[in-house]
């Protein structure tokens, strides 16, 4: 990958991945995905996932899809809250992401219902109207045509279902801005290359985190999706945003 020329904000800009790029990446970091995430992000992953489950309103014997799913962790905290009386469908296009989803789910000693399947988010093998609730963590900014995608999980919806995001930021206040641009750029990019191996990886992190709108301009991008009712909760400053929107009731069809 080169660099860009031009700086936005200080910043200089990687080139973008395209999408084979980034499904062979997430391929390669797979085996210390897990890991990495609990590190970069002082464990603070699991209570942002933690919070985007609770926030959720499934029906009982609801139907939720988890876009992105990577090792199942999504899928895997809807269990431990719901149980077994949630149905819950993980996208993922990188199979060895989902391998490591489905030896975390077979550790369970629980009874679940997660189906870990392999998909793109602009191609779903389902049919419209089949979820109660979609979900995605840390993966909407990976996808080059972010109104397209928020469309197609739209059309996912049943009429008044829910959708919950989850996404990396930058926070707003400025010494804690500054330093957070340090880690990410500088301190994190060496962490992920040691620990993984892979330097593309962990110098596009914090390149996509970047370039990813502020809070209201994506919610704005999923007002004109189709999505009514939307609020955004800034998480640590900022540092993740836990977006909520749902279809309109009276919706149906394709969008």
């Known amino acids: 990958m080169k660099l860009h020329a031009h700086r936005a904000g200080g910043v200089r800009y990687q080139a973008m991945m395209n999408k084979n790029q980034i499904q062979e990446m997430f391929q390669a970091i797979a085996p210390r995905y897990d890991l990495l995430n609990r590190m970069l992000s002082l464990r603070q992953d699991v209570h942002w996932r933690r919070a985007l489950v609770k926030g959720l309103k499934i029906p009982k014997g609801g139907k939720v ?54 998909g793109e988010a602009f191609s779903l093998p389902f049919k419209p109207a089949s979820f109660d609730a ?7 900014r990976n996808l080059p045509d972010r109104k397209q995608a928020l469309i197609t999980l739209l059309d996912q919806l049943k ?15 400025a010494p804690l801005k500054y330093i957070y641009l340090w880690y990410f750029e500088r301190l994190l990019p060496l962490i992920g290359r040691v620990i993984s191996r892979n330097q593309k990886a962990y110098s596009y992190l914090p390149d996509s985190v970047l370039r990813f709108p502020p809070p209201s301009t994506f919610s704005g991008l999923m007002k004109n999706a ?22 309109p009731r009276g919706a149906a069809g394709t969008q």
Not at 134 to 140: D, E, L, Q, R, S
Not at 159 to 173: A, C, F, V, Y
Not at 227 to 247: N, V
């Open 65 to 118: 899809l988890d876009v992105g799913t990577g090792s199942a962790d999504i899928p895997l905290e809807i269990a431990r809250q719901r149980g077994s009386d949630v149905s819950i469908f993980g996208v993922d296009f990188a199979w060895n992401m989902l391998c490591l989803g489905k030896d975390k789910i077979a550790r369970v000693r629980r009874p679940s219902h997660i189906f870990l399947i392999k």
């Open 134 to 140: 979609v979900t995605v963590a840390f993966a909407i």
């Open 159 to 173: 009429p008044g279902g829910q959708i919950m995001i989850l996404e990396l930021s930058t926070p707003r206040p």
């Open 226 to 247: 189709g999505f009514e009712r939307i609020t955004y909760q800034p998480l640590i400053f900022g540092i993740a945003i836990l977006f909520s929107g749902f279809r």
